[in-house]
């Protein structure tokens, strides 16, 4: 269970622009910074074409806000410190401990 003490990695989650169509497959556009944590878990590996591919999954929590509750499963967020980029693959929601938000990201594969 995080508390704001466990907040030790600075993430920018950012969300897709629009092209030129109205379509949300412009470039990545910033939407905030936050400190959060990472909890990885379990990885895995698959064989794409004539390579292996790793993806790790992790959940993240942030502490909650305006601009957290608007964390999307479209989003990603972007290790500041190292660029690792996470797929966000579910919205975020209500942690265990009050005042928090978890999500889950992906990293490894493509970006997007």
Not at 27 to 45: H, K, N, P
Not at 66 to 92: L, M, Y
Request: proline content about 4%; glycine content about 14%; some cysteine.
């Amino acid at each position: 269970m995080a508390g704001s003490g466990d907040l030790s990695y600075r993430l920018r989650f950012e969300q897709r622009g629009l092209n030129d169509n109205g379509d949300r497959r412009g470039a990545w556009a910033e939407q905030f910074t936050v400190w959060a944590d990472i909890d990885y878990q379990r990885g895995s590996e698959t064989a794409v074409g004539q390579r292996i591919e790793g993806k790790q999954p992790a959940s993240i929590t942030v502490m909650q806000s305006p601009d957290s509750k608007r964390i999307a499963a479209s989003w990603r967020a972007v290790r500041v410190d190292t660029g690792e980029t996470f797929n966000i693959t579910s919205p975020a929601v209500p942690g265990r401990k009050a005042g928090f938000l978890n999500c889950m990201g992906v990293s490894g594969g493509a970006s997007g």
